[in-house]
């Protein structure tokens, strides 16, 4: 059984950059043809998809987000990292890490998913 789980800080300051971890444990990240991803739901509002890193170590962002997100991952410690710049009220959310698979082009949907981590931005 694949478990997710986020880490970070809950609060951090406008202008700062979030930093979040994934640790992954029943499976490995660089288990083909696997993506993991970082989604968020700001209070009120639906799912966000932000980016995801492929089991290749390649990285695929939302247009909305690319400028201020990068993620990077630890295979060392089966762990990939979002990093959030310049953070705004706006991206006060529950954020969430999960995981899907495309195999020969055909996308199939998120199997696990972590439990969520609530982060706020407020000075």
């Known amino acids: 059984q694949v478990q997710l789980q986020e880490s970070g800080p809950g609060l951090v300051k406008p202008s700062q950059t979030l930093s979040l971890t994934c640790t992954v444990s029943?499976?490995?990240?660089?288990?083909?043809?696997?993506?993991w991803n970082w989604i968020r739901q700001p209070p009120g509002k639906g799912l966000e998809w932000m980016g995801r890193?492929?089991?290749?170590?390649?990285?695929y962002y939302s247009p909305s987000l690319k400028s201020r997100t990068s993620i990077s991952r630890d295979t060392s410690k089966n762990q990939f990292t979002l990093h959030l710049s310049s953070v705004i009220p706006e991206d006060t959310a529950v954020y969430y890490c999960a995981r899907d698979r495309v195999v020969a082009g055909i996308p199939y949907p998120y199997d696990f998913w972590g439990q969520g981590t609530q982060v706020t931005v407020s000075s």
């Open positions: 890193i492929a089991y290749s170590g390649n990285t």
């Open positions: 029943g499976g490995s990240i660089t288990t083909s043809y696997y993506y």
